[in-house]
Structure formats: C-alpha cells, structure tokens
C-alpha cells in the first residue's frame, strides 16, 4: 500500500508590481497590468539587482559637445550637412540646437560645385526639416524581453524647406524640468532620443521620400552646485572670433523605418 506524502501543499505566490530603490530615485518597474515577479530571494540580497549608471553628473561648462553629420540617402546622394549642438549629454531645463546646412560646397567635392545648376542632378532636393526630443520606458523581464511601457515627447520643431533656395535652417529643442533622466536598471531602462526627419524629393521628381535619424540622447542631473573657481576660469579664458565645427568622415546613418 502507498504511503501518503508528508509534504505540505507549497504556498501560492502572488505576484505583485516591483520597486527597486536606487538612491533617492524610486523606479517603477510596471504598472499593476503588467506585473513583474521579483523573488524573495532577489528582495532580501540587493546585490541582485543592478544599476548600470551610463554616465555621471553633468555640468553647463562640460567641453563643446559638437558634431557634424553629412546626410544621404541610401543611392549616396548628399541631402545636406547636419550639425548636432548639445544632443549627446543633456539635463532636465537643458536646450539642444540642430542646424541643417544645405549648402553645396559643403557636400560636394569642389569639381562638382557650381556644376549644380538645375538642381537635382548632385543633390537631393530637401523640402521640410523636423526634429524632435521623445523619450520612452521599457519594462525589462527576466526572459530578456522587453516591453514599452510609456513614451514621452518633450519637444519639437521643424521648418519648411525652399530647395535651390535655402541655405541653412537652425532649430532649437529643450527639455522640461520634470524630464526624467535616462536610467538601465534589471527591471526598467528609460532612454531619450533625439529623432530627425529630412522630407526630400526622389530623383527624377518622382515623389518624396523621409529620410529618419534617431541619435541617443543621455539626459542626467545638471551639477548646480559647480564651483565659482570653474565659472570665472571659463569666462577668463581666450575665446576664438570665428570656429569651424569639426566634422566627422563617413555618413550619417539613415533608416528608412518610422519613429
């Protein structure tokens, strides 16, 4: 005869909406419909779970952050020159510049400038200019698997775009003050981008094309207890009448996806 089993019934888990406190910053890892299973084991032992800092306190008077991009499409034909002021590090109350050169001594080499007459033939015509600050939360699972949780715009602008006509076009984007900070944790990731999109006209004119960009943005605390010492060397210290912004060789990669 079989001997009845002595175990106890194990008791029944109940999964519940994770915290994990980082610091004076408290990260939600999911809402109520989407819950994550944290162990107890996870709980009890914070080592488990990690914090992957990307990049420390940011200052204003952190060095020139400029870079130069010279955008084409996937035949190789040049769109214009974009340059990216204040995009790769920001803060909450932060701005970023963007400026979209279309100029064609900077995108062709000097045999073809001036041979442009009819437009068309070198360059790709360009008829409107936009860029945008979004941001989103991912919930992280122990599979791997991510989900969106939440998506964020801060800010946008764009421009129309005379081709032929139109040299240059400058727009500016700023963050809020309650914009979030980007944050990799075990249970939540939130990152920023900063997304460009360029409307040009195919070749031969037979309609348009969108030519996206999404470059990362690290959005940190802005440091506001810098030194004065630092302020007055910065203000002190020889300032150039005229600066050529460095460019970057190769080309600007371009998706052909949505946002």
Do not use: W
Not at 25 to 36: K, M
Not at 152 to 171: I, N, P
Not at 236 to 250: D, H, M, T, Y
């Amino acid at each position: 005869s079989s001997r009845p089993s002595s175990r106890m019934p194990r008791p029944e888990v109940i999964q519940s909406a994770g915290r994990v406190k980082i610091g004076t910053c408290t990260a939600v890892a999911h809402s109520n419909g989407l819950p994550c299973y944290i162990s107890a084991t996870s709980m009890i032992q914070p080592s488990k779970i990690s914090v992957n800092r990307n990049v420390g306190l940011c200052s204003r008077a952190t060095a020139s952050d400029v870079k130069s991009l010279r955008v084409t499409d996937q035949a190789g034909l040049p769109c214009c020159m974009l340059t990216l002021v204040g995009t790769s590090v920001m803060y909450p109350g932060g701005r970023a510049l963007i400026q979209f050169d279309f100029r064609d001594d900077l995108l062709l080499p000097p045999p073809q400038v001036g041979n442009n007459n009819e437009f068309g033939s070198n360059l790709l015509p360009c008829h409107q200019v936009c860029v945008s600050l979004q941001g989103e939360e991912l919930a992280c699972y122990d599979d791997g698997s991510r989900q969106k949780t939440r998506t964020y715009v801060f800010d946008s602008a764009y421009s129309v775009v005379e081709a032929g006509y139109t040299e240059s076009v400058s727009l500016s984007l700023a963050l809020p003050l309650d914009c979030p900070c980007s944050l990799r944790t075990d249970l939540v990731e939130i990152k920023i981008l900063c997304k460009v999109e360029i409307t040009v006209e195919r070749k031969g004119g037979e309609g348009y094309d969108t030519l996206r960009l999404e470059l990362p943005c690290e959005v940190v605390q802005d440091v506001a207890e810098d030194s004065i010492d630092c302020e007055e060397d910065e203000e002190n210290s020889p300032r150039a009448a005229v600066g050529i912004l460095p460019q970057e060789e190769g080309t600007a990669p371009v998706s052909q996806n949505g946002f």
